[in-house]
């Protein structure tokens, strides 16, 4: 309980005190020089001119899975943002994504959804609201997820599979900033998450709403501080929120918790971030614990664990920091190692069978080539070691070691 109280003072923290939605190009990355994209020209104060803007970004990727000898490639997605301007004051967001290149009747793969619609409404220069389908500011990569802004093929896992990435929900948000310290601030009501939708070695992705039929049966809070000193950038960020999103006669029926807050989700985040010279750092940690577990699984039968949580620690180095041709160095060869710990059942109830593949090592090495900030060229190894299988979830035969080689080319614009 007192982690749970914990959490939740982070939130109300986050309320009284700084820069929020903004743009996610500008965020603390590997990269010295930082894209541009379209969408950062509405993120400003502005003159109060009408102004609509087209932007974007995407990324095409190929992969070799050595332990099933197999390759593929995709366009992983396509996003296409649409903004506008109607005064220095108010703005509108929006941003349609298309995933796995298309979707077809009957199809396992491909979506096409929109990943955020809202306007936003500018009090001052240092202080605004959003409102609509936004992306809470919860890890590094869930705000900044441009394909420039971030090492490697893949982002990060911990911030796939622990914070799902992208998680956007509808609600209204303040951000802002203080006057006198270099510290922004957010916190946002959103809705909350339906616990029908969780499913085995996934966290708690399925239980978003992502903006369709969103149940408001089930609430959620979420905040974030950051900090800035010098080159260095710090984050910690809080969500609370409810996981009964049916009304109360059927939760009931099921024996879970009811109210806005009935069988909560509570998840705590921190991260550091350096960048320098053309030396960069990331760190991030995250747990999540759903103490409501094991009524969870009596009404659907998914396996949810009472609590995950996932670390990551990354080091790269621009090559071309050093150069004294403009010529190159103006462009960027970021050579990184991101390595990864992470446990999506590390503390279970007692209806829940342990799962050891889901207890993940994951190393990761390679290098990002930016020809201009807004295109990167990337290539990298993931050497991936998992606990052992549980046989009385499966029995077909499982290799605990895998390695992969991935390339990728991604752009904003």
């Not at 290098?367 to 979830?393: E, M, R, S």
Request: aromatic share 12%; glycine share 10%; with cysteine.
């Amino acid at each position: 309980m007192i982690k749970h109280a914990i959490i939740f003072c982070l939130c109300l923290l986050a309320f009284q005190t700084s820069q929020g939605q903004e743009p996610k190009s500008k965020a603390t990355t590997a990269h010295q020089s930082f894209a541009v994209t379209g969408e950062d020209s509405l993120n400003s104060f502005g003159n109060g001119h009408s102004k609509t803007i087209i932007s974007g970004y995407g990324e095409l990727h190929f992969q070799r899975d050595f332990n099933e000898e197999r390759s593929t490639a995709e366009l992983k997605r396509a996003v296409l943002f649409v903004g506008h301007q109607f005064s220095s004051h108010i703005s509108f967001f929006s941003e349609l994504e298309v995933e796995d290149a298309k979707v077809e009747g009957g199809g396992v793969k491909g979506e096409v959804a929109m990943e955020q619609v809202y306007l936003k409404f500018a009090l001052n220069p240092r202080q605004y609201f959003v409102a609509g389908l936004f992306i809470p500011r919860i890890g590094i990569i869930n705000e900044n997820h441009l394909p420039v802004n971030f090492n490697g093929v893949e982002r990060p896992i911990t911030e796939q599979l622990i914070i799902p990435s992208t998680w956007r929900e509808i609600g209204i948000g303040f951000y802002g900033q203080t006057t006198t310290l270099p510290l922004t601030y957010s916190i946002a009501l959103l809705n909350g998450l339906n616990s029908a939708g969780f499913e085995h070695g996934t966290g708690f992705e399925g239980g978003r709403a992502e903006g369709q039929n969103a149940s408001c049966n089930s609430l959620a809070i979420t905040g974030a501080v950051q900090f800035f000193a010098g080159n260095w950038k710090f984050q910690v960020s809080g969500y609370m929120g409810g996981t009964t999103a049916m009304p109360a006669k059927y939760a009931d029926t099921l024996g879970l918790q009811k109210g806005v807050f009935g069988a909560p989700l509570y998840l705590a985040e921190a991260n550091i971030q350096y960048a320098h010279n053309g030396i960069s750092f990331k760190a991030l940690g995250c747990n999540v614990s759903i103490p409501q577990a094991a009524s969870i699984n009596n009404a659907f039968g998914s396996n949810t664990p009472e609590q995950m949580y996932g670390a990551y620690r990354e080091l790269g180095y621009n090559l071309l920091q050093s150069m004294k041709s403009q010529k190159w160095k103006s462009k960027q060869l970021t050579v990184f190692a991101r390595y990864e710990v992470l446990d999506l059942n590390v503390k279970t109830p007692a209806n829940v069978k342990y799962d050891g593949t889901l207890y993940q090592n994951h190393l990761i090495a390679g290098l990002g080539y930016f020809p201009v900030p807004n295109v990167a060229i990337k290539a990298d190894v993931h050497l991936l070691h998992t606990g052992a299988q549980n046989i009385l979830l499966s029995a077909d035969p499982y290799k605990q070691n895998n390695a992969f080689l991935n390339l990728a080319i991604g752009y904003s614009f």
